[in-house]
């Protein structure tokens, strides 16, 4: 994800809005959480993580 | 002015940029003549059009929640006004006074904090988002908040995360919590630091026990938590926030538990403050009719543009200034009355009187980058009239500032002037003498303020109240008036 802000959204604050968002964070939670343990386990390299996805017109602006 | 309306005519040439709006590099605003304008970038000019497609846009602009816009077509900007360019140019309603949450009562943040998060609802609704959060981007006209800033809207993207989620707890949600659940006024911290409470100082601030309380755990608690632990892993977060796949339901739900809770966030003034209020509008005796007849017949003798009423109170003199003026500003130092004169007038709908708490010997100053982002009250429009009641003898006496100063300092405005003296057989002035050392406050005794008034202004009219202890005076600037002789007997 590329946040093209002007304003520094805060990494904190974004996984806040991921624990903090309900029953709409459920599954989120869960893959942020699932991500980490595969990456922990050495199952998937830290550079999977990272490396910038197309997402469709998404990224592009 | 159709808030879809689109017009040719460009601004016109001289332009004078506002320095308080420079930090989103998508916009900017200036003044020409009488107008309001916005330059916008390609990015910011797309993000509008889309705006302009919105119900939204329709809906709130209709009822005045958003400022008034127009895009004004083939309008070129300056050069260099915005680094990436510019593509279009927006004119927006001029907002009668500038105001900032410092100066706010607690019921105006909240106000505020609630127009933002309805709008953001409003947006996300229709695929758009509010890019920050801040209160400098809500003005106020009368008691009804105003969103200004049209380039915060941008198009929704795909897995991105409220980005101004920590500017609404620092800039709002912590400032309402300090007040209604610590009882602590955040109009001194707002003022040190026009990017808000960190998450980190607020949590600094609270107590264990206040984790219990509602908002308190996941907002100050997790949040300062959350920011230590991971606040230099900035890229990391964002690509495990985006491949855990961060939707727009997350946002609104988000968004939608932040709008419940500043809900239900309440604060009043002591008792002490609501029982004076009520007082004050009702009583009858002589003095108070005759002061209320007396500021009325000035107030309304000719049409005057915008009146400050410092020192305030309860708003009984603003109301009656507003009968002849286009627009008032009511100022106290106190927060408990302003509060309740700013909700009985956002009950009667009122647009054209500004109320906020400001400390007149300790005044807002010129804030942000090089000390211009947010201005000091006369850089903000000087008055035409100015009522000073029941005021003189906290300044001089409470305050310490010198008779000669604060005179000064109102001739300075270049105001007409209602002011009220009460001498020092006063009662409120024998109390604010009270504790203070026998021979302190020489200059507060009625002659030398009548020169120094005579001196700085011309005083066309002099009346004693009743009761004999309190006098009103009504002057011009020097120079505009017929003034009377002072020295001679009372008439």
Redesign the interface.
Known sequence: MDVLAYLDPGSGSMILQILAGGVAAVAVTARLYWNRILKFLRIRKDDEVVEPKQQGQTDSA | MSPSQTETSPPPEASQLEPGSF????SRVFYAGEGVYRALSE?GLSDFKALRETKLFERFTGDGRLVATELLEGADAADGLLAKGSAGILRHERIPFVSYPYEWPFSMLKDAALLQLDLNLAALEEDMIL??STPYNVQFKGARPVFVDIGSFERL???????????F?MLYLYPLLLQAVKGVAPHALLRGAIDGIT?TQMRGMVSFRDRFRKGFY??VF??????????????????????????K??????VA?MRKLVKGLEWSPPEGVWVAYGERNSYTDEDARRKDEFVREMSTSQRWGLTWDIGANNGRYSRIAAEGSDYVLAVDADQGPVELFYRSMREEGDEKTLSLTMNLADPSPGLGWRGLERKSLPDRGAPDLVLALALIHHVAIAANVPVREFVTWLASLGTSLVIEFPTREDPMVRKLLGPKREGLHPDYERETFERELTGAFDVERRERLKSGTRLLYFARPKGAGRPIDLTAAEG
Not at chain 2, 23 to 26: A, T
Not at chain 2, 157 to 167: A, L, S, T
């Open positions: 930090r989103d590099p998508e990015e890019k920050d993207r795909e897995g991105e995360p409220w980005v101004g989620y920590r500017q707890c998450p996941l907002n997790l949040h300062a938590k959350l920011e230590a632990r991971h606040g230099d892993r900035g890229k990391e977060v964002k690509a495990e926030v985006r491949k855990a796949g961060f939707k339901e997350l946002i609104v739900a988000n538990r």
